[in-house]
């Protein structure tokens, strides 16, 4: 079912499934769709009231007796790396990013099936094939970006792009006020390169350069150790009862 973009959105709720983050919780998900001409400011609107993007669905929770979902920004313009942080930066420096349209390609999906295979094989992901993932990418109807990083090369201070092989992609949404990191994946043979922090940093560092105020990193959820990580990059805000809220 979709709107006319002329109307106002409709929401709709799922019904209760596990939670994938808390043992012995259920989640329930309010969401909307994104489509038609007002489908980027919708987006804008909605992610700054704590939903997210996934294709052309905004969603967030809307859990019976739970609230360990919190939604997460990154104060791009005031961030300042960690001593960790930099270290992560100076091992990877030699990586360069290159956006591109949202578009799939077989070598996306070969290291977005490896990364699944290594790190999430029991997750909700694992099964995802060439088309769900070419879905997952190019059904969007807002400003939405792959950025692939690649090892720099010769000519990568002309090209602003990196060669050889996909080491790394974000799949990431340019907001009015910031970027949204949709989803992210990389080789997981390069674990010592801590690839996951180092495209976080490289969206603050995008975000600080082109004058936007925020990084939306999802939700963090509190009690789940694999969300953990993304209280890490100070300072931040969390959107609660009163707003947005800085947290330190």
């Known amino acids: 079912m979709t709107q006319h973009p002329t109307q106002p959105p409709q929401f709709f709720l799922t019904a209760p499934s596990p939670c994938p983050y808390l043992e012995r919780q259920f989640e329930r998900k309010v969401f909307t769709h994104l489509v ?32 360990a979902c919190v939604s997460v920004r990154i104060l791009a313009q005031e961030f300042r790396p960690t001593k ?20 799939p390609s077989s070598e996306q999906y070969s290291l977005f099936r490896s990364y699944l295979d290594t790190r999430h094989r029991r997750g909700g992901m694992s099964d995802m094939t060439v088309l ?18 690649r090892r720099r090369g010769p000519d990568s201070f002309v090209t602003g792009r990196g060669d050889g092989e996909l080491i790394a992609v ?9 970027l949204s990191m949709v989803y992210s994946f990389y080789d997981p043979a390069l674990e010592e390169r801590s690839l996951g922090t180092f495209m976080i940093l490289d969206h603050i560092r995008r975000a600080s350069a082109a004058g936007l ?30 707003g947005w809220e800085r947290f330190e």
């Open 132 to 149: 769900d993932y070419a879905m997952m990418v190019e059904d969007t109807h807002v400003d939405t970006q792959v950025i692939e990083y």
């Open 36 to 67: 038609g001409d007002r489908a980027s400011a919708l987006n804008d609107l909605l992610t700054q009231g704590g939903f997210r993007r996934s294709q052309n669905i905004a969603y967030r929770p809307a859990c019976e007796g739970c609230q």
């Open 84 to 103: 960790s942080m930099k270290r992560i930066l100076k091992r990877n420096a030699d990586l360069i990013g290159a956006a591109f349209d949202a578009e």
């Open 213 to 242: 105020p925020h990084v939306y990193l999802g939700y963090w959820v509190n009690g789940s150790r694999k969300m953990s990580y993304k209280v890490r990059f100070l300072p931040q805000e969390h959107l609660g009862p009163n």
């Open 170 to 178: 974000a799949l990431t949404d340019r907001m009015s006020d910031g």
